[in-house]
């Protein structure tokens, strides 16, 4: 899992200028919702220089 993954890196990272990864949302929320809080996380993973590793439009969260 993407945020797995990149709150692994923060952590191993410990540097206190860079924030928490937006946290997951509950499987209750719409697509909307999750298309939002991808485009947050790619966001945020450029803001810090960390990597999202290239996937498919199938594979994304907020495609249900």
Known sequence: MIYEKLHREWIERAEDEVPEPPHLLPAMTNDAHRQD????????????????????????????
Do not use: C, L, N
Request: no cysteine; charged share 35%.
């Open 37 to 64: 809080r991808w485009q947050e996380t790619v966001d945020w993973a450029e803001q810090y220089g960390f990597e999202i590793p290239p996937m498919s439009e199938d594979e994304k969260y907020y495609k249900m």
